[in-house]
């Protein structure tokens, strides 16, 4: 028999951890993606008749794949958080839910990213 805690998620301290945790991983990719937006903007004279924004092979790769290893880790490590409080006996399902978010976002963004190659 094991002695699991309630999940309740009325903690309001872990909630906010947990919040402020997956926001700043959020935020983070979002931040990377806006990067190399920009860094390819800057370099638009390489191939100014592509109809995609970021034309140049290692950009296309920088802006799909850095945000979604973001999120892959980020999400990695909310569930090593969400162990790590089960083990004292705390509120574990609010960083697991957090780390399923985070899991979330990122097939979600890998999804719309892989436009970029996409043939034209």
């Known amino acids: 028999m094991t002695n699991d805690v309630e999940k309740r998620w009325s ?4 909630f906010r ?5 997956a926001g700043a991983v959020v935020g983070v990719a979002l931040l990377l993606m806006a990067i190399t937006v920009a860094w390819a903007a800057a370099n ?3 191939c100014a008749d592509a109809q995609f924004l970021v034309c140049a092979s290692p950009d296309r790769y920088v802006l799909v794949f850095g945000p ?3 999120l892959l880790l980020g999400g990695l490590g909310a569930f090593v958080r969400a162990y790590q409080v089960w083990r004292r006996g705390g509120t574990w399902p609010i960083w697991h839910g957090a780390g ?5 976002f990122m097939v979600i963004y890998l999804g719309i990213s ?3 190659f996409a043939p034209t």
């Not at 951890?17 to 945790?21: Q, S, V």
């Open 11 to 14: 903690d309001k301290a872990t």
């Open 17 to 21: 951890r947990a919040g402020l945790y």
């Open 44 to 46: 638009r004279d390489e």
């Open 68 to 70: 979604t290893a973001i």
């Open 100 to 104: 399923w978010a985070l899991l979330t």
């Open 114 to 116: 892989m436009r970029a």
